[in-house]
């Protein structure tokens, strides 16, 4: 005897989007639990994003208007952040130079580590002597300080803002390569890459359609500590005189400069900048750590700390 058709539950797919956003939202309340750290940082990451997207309709007064009535003028009702030596409002120099960071940060990590990453990628399942050859390059690029490689660029390329973005990018590959390579080692090996590789598959798509995939979460671990990196060289660039040009704010500038010469007096023009970054720069270290507890399986299970 037939058993009757099944006839599809009334609400099904209501109930299935209800289930998966309770599921979201307990992995989401976990995250919070078990890593506070990484949910600060995460808090901070999307701060930073908010100021670069809304940065023009909070800050009270333009970063580069001056005041000379409000010269030197301590933190108060008006300027929260107190004003510099030329009447500029601290707050509005700190905004805007948060949507400098966040310009700079993002352009290079995506140029940097996502050439790394397919650089890694392809001489890891390649191997032989392109792979050797590679990691010899890797080697020298490695060994030079990231600083001092972003300083020869932008002096030899000229100051200015995509100039910076390209010399930050440039450090920025070497390690990204290296980490993704490592993973593309060991998924080329894998049964399922080799009944690609029977199957006749191009090395081409083999590489981009599953190795890439599953290489992806050390990629995102390198790529969101890269954006910390990426800033303090921004700042660093800036405070040696050689970052970011005027009239575009920048954190770093304002610790040298004036912000150095008038710290006994002013001492907020160097304090608010150099927490910034500071803050700024620890949030993005502390959410790399718990995306690395969270997204690497050796690791998923002692997470909850």
Do not use: C
Request: proline residues 6%; hydrophobic residues 50%.
């Amino acid at each position: 005897m037939n058993a009757a058709p099944k006839t599809p539950i009334a609400g099904r797919p209501l109930l299935e989007r209800h289930s998966r956003w309770a599921g979201q939202r307990a992995w989401l309340w976990r995250f919070v639990l078990y890593k506070p750290l990484g949910a600060v940082g995460a808090a901070v990451v999307l701060g930073m994003l908010f100021l670069s997207v809304f940065g023009n309709f909070l800050t009270p007064y333009n970063p580069i208007d001056m005041d000379f009535s409000a010269r030197l003028e301590s933190p108060n009702a008006s300027h929260l952040f107190g004003a510099d030596l030329y009447g500029r409002d601290v707050l509005s120099n700190i905004i805007g130079g948060a949507r400098i960071s966040v310009y700079v940060g993002f352009v290079s990590v995506i140029l940097g580590t996502g050439f790394g990453a397919i650089w890694g990628l392809t001489s890891g399942y390649a191997g032989g002597k392109f792979d050797l050859l590679s990691q010899r390059l890797i080697d020298i690029l490695q060994s030079i300080p990231t600083l001092a490689l972003a300083l020869v660029i932008v002096a030899s390329l000229g100051s200015s803002l995509n100039n910076i973005v390209f010399a930050i990018s440039i450090g920025l590959i070497a390690t990204s390569a290296r980490v993704v390579r490592a993973s593309a080692i060991v998924i080329r090996n894998l049964d399922y890459i080799q009944a690609a590789v029977a199957m006749g598959a191009s090395w081409p798509r083999i590489v981009f359609r599953h190795v890439m995939p599953n290489s992806f979460a050390p990629y995102l671990i390198i790529a969101t500590a890269g954006l910390g990196v990426a800033i303090l060289q921004e700042a660093s660039l800036s405070f040696l005189g050689v970052g970011v040009p005027p009239p575009h704010p920048s954190w770093g500038r304002m610790l040298s400069g004036l912000g150095r010469d008038y710290f006994l007096i002013a001492p907020w023009m160097s304090l608010a900048p150099g927490l910034a970054i500071v803050i700024v720069v620890m949030a993005f270290n502390f959410f790399g750590d718990a995306l690395r507890d969270v997204l690497d399986p050796r690791l998923r299970g002692g997470g909850r700390r």
